[in-house]
């Protein structure tokens, strides 16, 4: 037989899934007239003054590579943010921060960088779906812990203690969550604390949802006494500050992991693109004000898909973050799948099978609602229609 016709793609990654959400959304494009809730991406354009100051970087020739840790001002803006809006965390521009390509390449420098083959990484499942995949293409165990809708998705601790064993290394913890919009309580985060400190657990705080809390939101585990230095604090501006586009996030954490996942970046990435990071300075320092305004975009439209989908008779928690609503679909007696295609098909609303995001999302489906109220009125009548001809 041929080299060539052998199967040359490593074993580990032929044996990783495809996202369950892009293998959807093959089968939306080329459809005409669709209403999507299903990319998890803000509608807005960036703030103009961010967008401003990306424009101004160009104007001044600022197209070189930065250095490998990212622009200086960057990292003294991003751990300034970090201290103001994350519960007081001090951390060093010079040793502690990281720029990053989006909160994705610094979760995976993390990963990365911490797993030895056969550690177990534990996450709160449905999850991003990018966490188990990047478990597996580091030799990593996933670990999922089931969050169940009677306890509003949250993280469970007694859940997450039968979990660990002696192999058990790093907690992932993605609260506000995508896929299900939920958040922490704070005695639940203190508790999670205690657990990971009891068990030596390093954890991988991703909060890029945390501006997008709509009550009572929490500071970073980070900033709990004896966290810091056992937590990757994960940050980005792709949501609360609608930069999808720029790329651009930043790790803050120990200086020996941020060592490591330097290393890692030095040989893959070079440097974050140093245009984004000019208009990071800017949306960190002087974003507050637009962030809310499309928070409380974000806050009406949840209360209208909440309230729109109850109404009709799918039933859906409020959830108190990011922008997400994961309904049931159970009583239907069809499986996610079934649901989303036959949704998509029957009445042109695109939705994402709850199973995209683990064996635990079967009976759900995600909704995006970063989309218009037009368009979240739209989808309504038509899943009305749908759920009546079931
Ligand atoms: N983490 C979570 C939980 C996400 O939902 C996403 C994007 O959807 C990311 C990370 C990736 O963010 P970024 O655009 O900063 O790479």
Redesign the pocket.
């Known amino acids: 037989m041929e080299k060539s016709s052998l199967n040359r793609v490593a074993k580990h990654i032929n044996g990783i899934p495809k996202s369950g959400i892009r293998e959807f959304f093959e089968l939306v494009i080329g459809s005409k007239d669709i209403v999507s809730l299903g990319v998890?991406?803000p509608d807005f354009v960036t703030p103009k003054h961010i967008r401003n100051c990306a424009e101004a970087a160009i104007h001044r020739g600022q197209t070189s590579y930065t250095s490998n840790r990212g622009l200086i001002s960057f990292r003294e803006a991003a751990c300034r943010y970090a201290e103001k809006y994350f519960g007081g965390i001090k951390y060093d521009p010079q040793t502690e921060c990281l720029a990053?390509?989006?909160?994705?390449?610094?979760?995976d420098l993390a990963i990365r960088a911490l797993v030895n083959p056969g550690d177990e990484v534990i996450y709160s499942e449905p999850?991003?779906v990018?966490?188990p995949a990047e478990i597996i293409m580091a030799f990593g165990v996933p670990v999922p812990v089931e969050s169940k809708e009677e306890n509003n998705f949250s993280l469970n601790p007694d859940d997450l203690r039968k979990k660990i064993t002696k192999r058990s290394k790093i907690l992932i913890l993605?609260f506000p969550?995508?896929?299900t919009g939920a958040t922490l309580t704070a005695s639940q985060m203190q508790e999670i604390a205690e657990i990971a400190t009891e068990h030596d657990l390093i954890v991988l705080a991703?909060e890029?949802?945390s501006e997008l809390t709509y009550e009572k939101r929490l500071p970073s585990i980070a900033s709990l006494d004896g966290m810091k230095e056992r937590t990757v604090f994960?940050h980005?501006?792709?949501?609360a500050f609608a930069?999808?586009g720029f790329?651009?996030?930043y790790a803050c954490g120990p200086r020996d992991i941020i060592d490591g996942m330097t290393k890692i970046h030095q040989y893959s990435m070079l440097c974050a693109p140093i245009i984004a990071q000019e208009a990071a300075i800017e949306a960190l320092d002087h974003g507050q004000d637009a962030m809310m305004e499309m928070r409380e975009a974000y806050r009406r439209r949840r209360d209208l898909i909440v309230d729109g989908l109850n109404h009709i008779g799918i039933p859906c928690r409020c959830p108190n973050g990011?922008f997400y609503v994961f309904p049931r679909i159970k009583e239907t007696g069809m499986t996610s799948v079934d649901f989303a295609k036959k949704l998509l098909k029957e009445q042109k609303v695109a939705t994402v099978p709850g199973t995209a995001f683990g064996s635990s999302g079967e009976g759900y489906i995600r909704c995006c609602y970063a989309v218009s109220e037009k368009k979240i009125a739209i989808a309504l009548e038509k899943m009305e229609k749908f759920i009546k001809s079931c």
Do not use: H, Q, W
């Not at 990053?100 to 979760?107: I, L, M, R, W």
């Not at 980005?236 to 949501?239: E, I, N, P």
């Open positions: 998890g991406e990053t390509v989006g909160v994705s390449e610094g979760f999850s991003y990018s966490y993605n969550c995508n896929p991703d890029i949802y994960l980005g501006t792709s949501k930069m999808t790329r651009l996030g990011a």
